[in-house]
């Protein structure tokens, strides 16, 4: 069984930066394209970047691009979000996701079948 775990999340101040981690387990994980999706209070969730099995695959978000950055170890069977330049706007819930097909990129919410538990960051003025 497929298991997300995040990290990383909390409070930071407009123009800092957090590290958000994801550490997968459940199946090979290098095969796999890894997303991060966020969802802000009374708004629909939105996609924020994402990784193909390849680092060389790297898609983004028009509102973080940037200042974000998605990574992967694939031997540590984890995916990492650098976020700089953080701004108030960023708040939100960041949910780690992962598709069911291997080698194909997906950016759409509707697409992922695994999610994580997801971790607050709060960013304030």
């Known amino acids: 069984q497929v298991q997300l775990v995040e990290s990383g999340g909390g409070l930071v101040q407009a123009g800092g930066s957090l590290r958000l981690s994801c550490a997968a387990s459940?199946?090979?994980?290098?095969?796999?394209?890894m997303g991060w999706f966020r969802q802000a209070v009374g708004k629909e969730r939105e996609f924020v970047a994402a990784?193909?099995?390849?680092?060389?695959?790297?898609y983004y978000g028009e509102s973080v691009k940037g200042r974000f950055t998605i990574s992967r170890d694939n031997a540590k069977n984890t995916v990492y979000l650098q976020m700089n330049s953080l701004k108030v706007e960023d708040t939100a819930i960041y949910y780690c996701?992962?598709?069911?097909?291997?080698?194909?990129?997906?950016?759409?919410?509707?697409?992922?079948?695994?999610w994580g538990q997801g971790t607050q960051v709060t960013v304030s003025s």
């Open positions: 459940g199946r090979t994980f290098s095969s796999y394209e």
């Open positions: 990784i193909g099995w390849s680092d060389t695959l790297t």
């Open positions: 996701a992962a598709p069911s097909v291997p080698y194909r990129v997906y950016m759409e919410a509707d697409s992922m079948l695994y």
